[in-house]
C-alpha cells in the first residue's frame, strides 16, 4: 500500500474474440493473469534503495465445488499468504519507482477452461451428429501471493508491527474476495446450459468445430466478467484500506520519530 496505490494493468493483452481463445485442435487453455498491488508509504520520508519483487508463498488452499450444474465442475484453487514477509529490501515492490514504502503486497489470479466434448454414436435420419459437452472444467487460481515489509523496520519494532498487520489484512481480505465470487462463477453456469449427452445439440458434420465455438462463447465471455470482477473488488477493498484516514489511523500507532 502507499498514498496513491496504482492498480497496474494486466501484463498482456486477452484475445479479444471468445470464440479465438481454443486455438485449432484445442478444447483447453489459460486466461490471461490479473494483478493487485498494494503499498504502505511511511508518513516519514526515507531515502530507500530500489527494491525487487518477492515471491509467493507455495501453500495450497481449495474450495470444494457445491451445487454447480452439470456437466461443470467449478475449482478456485489458492497459494496461502508466505509464512514470513520478506524483510530483505529497505522499499519492496517492484524497482524503478521513486516512492517510499514500508510494505507491499502483490496478489496474481488466473482462470483456466477446458472442456471435453463428445458425439453421439449414430447420426439421426437427417445425417446430423448430437455433440455434448462429457465436463466443462472452470478453474480459477491465485499463483501468486507476496508480502514484504521494509528492511528499514527491525523484527519486532511498532511500524514492523504495524506494516506486517496491515499487509497480512490485505491478503487475507484479497483471498475472501477470490473464494467469494466462486458463487458468482456459479451462479453464471447456472444460466449458460450447455448441451449433455442426454439433450445433444444435433448438427452438420461439417459444422463441428465453429458450433463448439458458439457454445463455449458465453461461458468463455462470463469468466472473463468473473475474473474482471474479481480484480474490481481487489482493487475497492485495497483503496479502502489504503486511505489518508485509514493511513492516519495505521500511523498513529507508533511514535512518529519511530518511522
Same mark, same amino acid.
Given at each position: 500500500?502507499?498514498?496513491k496505490?496504482?492498480?497496474?494493468?494486466?501484463r498482456s493483452k486477452?484475445?479479444?474474440?471468445?470464440?479465438?481463445?481454443?486455438?485449432?485442435?484445442k478444447t483447453a487453455g489459460?486466461?490471461?493473469?490479473?494483478?493487485?498491488?498494494s503499498?504502505?508509504?511511511?508518513?516519514k520520508?526515507?531515502?530507500?534503495?530500489?527494491?525487487?519483487?518477492a515471491?509467493?508463498?507455495?501453500?495450497?488452499?481449495a /474450495?470444494?465445488?457445491?451445487?454447480?450444474?452439470?456437466?461443470?465442475y /467449478?475449482?478456485?484453487?489458492?497459494?496461502?499468504?508466505p509464512?514470513?514477509?520478506?524483510?530483505?529490501q529497505?522499499?519492496?515492490?517492484?524497482?524503478?519507482?521513486?516512492?517510499?514504502?514500508?510494505?507491499?503486497?502483490h496478489?496474481?489470479?488466473?482462470?483456466s477452461?477446458?472442456?471435453?466434448?463428445g458425439?453421439?454414436p449414430?447420426?439421426n435420419?437427417?445425417?446430423?451428429?448430437?455433440?455434448?459437452?462429457?465436463?466443462?472444467?472452470?478453474?480459477?487460481?491465485?499463483h501468486?501471493?507476496?508480502?514484504? /515489509?521494509?528492511?528499514? &523496520?527491525a523484527r519486532?519494532?511498532?511500524?514492523?508491527q504495524?506494516?506486517y498487520?496491515?499487509? &497480512?489484512?490485505h491478503a487475507?481480505?484479497?483471498?475472501? /474476495?477470490?473464494?467469494?465470487?466462486?458463487?458468482?462463477?456459479?451462479?453464471?453456469?447456472?444460466?449458460?446450459?450447455?448441451?449433455?449427452?442426454?439433450?445433444?445439440c444435433?448438427?452438420?458434420?461439417?459444422?463441428?468445430?465453429?458450433?463448439?465455438?458458439?457454445i463455449?462463447?458465453?461461458?468463455?465471455?462470463?469468466?472473463?466478467d468473473?475474473?474482471?470482477?474479481?480484480?474490481?473488488?481487489?482493487?475497492?477493498?485495497?483503496?479502502s484500506m489504503?486511505?489518508?484516514?485509514s &493511513?492516519?489511523?495505521? &500511523?498513529?500507532?507508533?511514535?512518529?520519530a519511530?518511522?
Amino acid at each position: 500500500m502507499k498514498r496513491k496505490a496504482p492498480t497496474h494493468p494486466e501484463r498482456s493483452k486477452e484475445l479479444n474474440t471468445p470464440s479465438s481463445f481454443f486455438s485449432s485442435q484445442k478444447t483447453a487453455g489459460f486466461f490471461q493473469s490479473s494483478s493487485t498491488d498494494s503499498f504502505f508509504q511511511p508518513p516519514k520520508a526515507h531515502q530507500h534503495s530500489k527494491g525487487e519483487q518477492a515471491t509467493g508463498g507455495q501453500g495450497k488452499g481449495a /474450495i470444494a465445488s457445491s451445487s454447480v450444474p452439470a456437466p461443470y465442475y /467449478i475449482s478456485f484453487t489458492h497459494v496461502a499468504p508466505p509464512a514470513r514477509p520478506d524483510h530483505s529490501q529497505p522499499n519492496p515492490g517492484p524497482p524503478g519507482k521513486s516512492v517510499n514504502r514500508a510494505g507491499f503486497t502483490h496478489i496474481s489470479h488466473r482462470p483456466s477452461l477446458s472442456i471435453a466434448w463428445g458425439r453421439t454414436p449414430m447420426p439421426n435420419s437427417q445425417g446430423q451428429i448430437g455433440i455434448f459437452v462429457r465436463s466443462a472444467n472452470v478453474g480459477f487460481n491465485v499463483h501468486t501471493l507476496t508480502v514484504a /515489509i521494509s528492511s528499514d &523496520y527491525a523484527r519486532g519494532s511498532c511500524p514492523y508491527q504495524v506494516t506486517y498487520a496491515h499487509e &497480512y489484512r490485505h491478503a487475507r481480505n484479497f483471498l475472501r /474476495i477470490f473464494r467469494n465470487h466462486r458463487s458468482t462463477m456459479v451462479q453464471r453456469a447456472q444460466g449458460i446450459v450447455l448441451p449433455t449427452a442426454q439433450t445433444p445439440c444435433y448438427i452438420d458434420p461439417t459444422q463441428i468445430n465453429t458450433i463448439q465455438n458458439q457454445i463455449a462463447d458465453p461461458l468463455i465471455r462470463a469468466i472473463k466478467d468473473v475474473k474482471s470482477q474479481i480484480t474490481a473488488d481487489m482493487v475497492a477493498d485495497r483503496d479502502s484500506m489504503d486511505s489518508p484516514s485509514s &493511513y492516519a489511523k495505521e &500511523y498513529s500507532q507508533c511514535p512518529r520519530a519511530d518511522w
